[in-house]
């Protein structure tokens, strides 16, 4: 019962630096979201994916970009990584419009940028 | 102005004592609104879901007010356990956008 499986748990990277996280959710979810986590701001949404083929801009997606490559695999690339991207990053899937519509979370990328 | 607006706290409380949360939102299309409990360094997981008619899991209530567009979360009898971030979630019918307010901290001490 894996749910939403993210990787890497964690990673370092050097400034200017790619890197691609992925996530991949087993519960035929049709949304899959990207949020990333700083101190005393909450989670705020990077790229969402409403269904397959669709992705859309969340509220902070400069310096990042997304491929929803089939239902499961929601993955967020950072092309040029920048200490500014210093984060914790969470995948999270749902399905809206259903009977229970809540959200599951990946157990997070906690990603620093030197 | 955030659609889903919390006060981040920290709330510091005794154990044994009830505290409440409230998170107010701006959508009134909203339809459909949960807690969620996130503990440190982990990732926010379902406390439980907010009905209009309230909510109660053992010493969890949760409420939906329309009216006043808030939702509120009660926790009786505080364990030193219920420490943690509390999260509330707006998940509307006809958007794919699920929002969060930023967290309420709780605190339970000795």
């Known amino acids: 019962n894996a749910g939403v499986t993210q990787t890497p748990k964690f990673q370092v990277l050097k400034t200017g630096q790619s890197m691609t996280l992925q996530c991949a959710q087993d519960?035929?979810?049709?949304?899959m979201y990207w949020y990333r986590q700083d101190p005393g701001m909450g989670l705020r949404l990077i790229y969402y994916?409403?269904?397959?083929?669709?992705?859309d801009k969340g509220e902070v997606p400069n310096g990042y970009n997304v491929s929803r490559l089939n239902k499961r695999e929601f993955s967020l690339r950072l092309e040029s990584a920048a200490p500014s991207q210093t984060s914790v990053y969470f995948c999270?899937?749902?399905?809206?419009?259903?009977?229970?519509?809540?959200?599951?979370f990946g157990q997070g990328t906690r990603l620093t940028v030197v | 102005r955030k659609e889903v607006e919390q006060d981040p706290g920290p709330f510091n409380v005794p154990e044994g004592a009830t505290v409440a949360f409230n998170c107010t939102y701006s959508?009134?299309?909203?339809?459909?609104f949960f807690w969620y409990r996130q503990d440190c360094r982990k990732e926010p997981k379902l406390l439980m879901s907010?009905?209009?008619s309230g909510n109660e899991d053992g010493r969890f209530t949760a409420q939906l007010n329309r009216a006043s567009q808030y939702i509120s979360l009660l926790i009786r009898d505080s364990k030193l356990s219920d420490s943690a971030t509390y999260l509330c979630?707006?998940?509307?019918?006809?958007?794919?956008?699920?929002?969060f307010g930023r967290g309420t901290s709780l605190i339970v001490h000795p």
């Open positions: 999270a899937s749902s399905a809206p419009g259903q009977t229970n519509t809540e959200a599951f």
């Open positions: 519960m035929n979810h049709n949304s």
């Open positions: 994916s409403a269904s397959e083929g669709t992705t």
């Open positions: 959508n009134s299309a909203s339809q459909s």
């Open positions: 907010v009905y209009s």
């Open positions: 979630h707006r998940e509307s019918g006809g958007s794919y956008i699920p929002t």
